[in-house]
């Protein structure tokens, strides 16, 4: 079996300080809907219809390194924000959360732009399928881009990873948009066509806009200004106006 890591130890000191830097090489990749960073949900667990697959990529049996996995219902994914690795990264950077303009500690962050740009999602395990030759895990909830490289697959385990009690005043809990969705006729009836192909189709289109995908700086524009978004394959245009999400069209690419 081919090694899959590297450890090359660059200095050691007196005081057994270890400067080691460490390459790995991804053991699955996301298929997943969200084909551009444009309209991910900003954690996991808040689209709940956003299907995906985790490919086995990694070298050993597949059945042997998925055995007992059904026994989680959740599954941690560590992985690499490939999309955005290339810009580098600040020690200060500015929050979403806080409008956007305040700056925080990156360490203080979800922040996808870090000295080493790892992340870590939980996602919902739906049971093991195929992606050509290789297994593949079932996931829902996802907040990932398609193709993005997964370095390690963990159980969650409740007892430890649920903490009663713990807090965050930064992000007490998810942000709440107060936004209607409604489907115009004409995307109402490109849905009946699309549904039998796309599972869940219009309950994950609602839970992503539920999100309001805008940036900040444009949810305080009141021009009813269209956006496109790519979900799948398809190409979902939609206009917010005050309050009101109404989806305009549905098409494939
Ligand atoms: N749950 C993860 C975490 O806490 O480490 C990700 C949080 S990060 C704030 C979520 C954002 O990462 C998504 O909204 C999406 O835009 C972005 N993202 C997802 N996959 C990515 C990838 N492969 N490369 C770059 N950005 C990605």
């Keep these: 079996m081919a090694k899959r890591f590297k450890f090359m130890p660059t200095k050691l000191t ?24 444009f309209a991910i949900p900003r954690q996991p667990g808040l689209v709940t219809a956003a299907h995906g697959k985790i490919e086995l990529l990694v070298d050993a049996p597949h059945q042997q390194v ?3 996995i059904e026994q989680h219902s959740h599954l941690w994914l560590i992985f690499v924000f490939h999309a955005t690795a290339e810009h580098g990264w600040k020690p200060l950077v500015k929050a979403p959360r806080l409008g956007g303009n305040k700056k925080t500690g990156v360490f203080a962050t979800r922040s996808t732009f870090r ?10 395990f739906d049971g093991i399928s195929k992606v050509d030759q290789n297994l593949a895990l079932d996931v829902s909830g996802l907040d ?35 936004i209607d969705i409604e489907f115009s006729d004409c ?5 009946q066509h699309l ?30 200004q269209q956006y496109g978004m790519s979900l799948y394959d398809l190409n979902i245009r939609w206009q917010i106006q005050e309050n009101q999400c109404l989806v305009l069209s549905i098409e494939k690419h």
Excluded: W
Excluded at 16 to 28: K, N, Y
Excluded at 157 to 178: K, N, V
């Design 14 to 37: 007196n005081s057994s300080t270890a400067m080691s830097e460490f390459s790995f090489a991804p053991v699955a990749i996301v298929h997943s809907p969200y084909k551009q960073k």
């Design 66 to 68: 998925l055995r007992d």
């Design 115 to 124: 000295p080493n740009p790892i992340g870590m999602s939980v996602v919902k």
């Design 144 to 178: 990932l881009l398609d193709g993005t490289p997964i370095i390690d697959i963990k159980p969650y385990i409740p007892y430890s990873d649920s903490i009663t009690g713990a807090t965050s005043i930064m992000a007490p809990s998810a942000e709440s948009t107060f």
């Design 187 to 191: 995307a109402k009836q490109q849905l």
């Design 195 to 224: 549904s039998a192909q796309y599972r869940d189709l219009p309950l994950f289109i609602e839970q992503v806009l539920l999100q309001d995908p805008r940036p900040a700086y444009k949810k305080l524009d009141l021009h009813c």
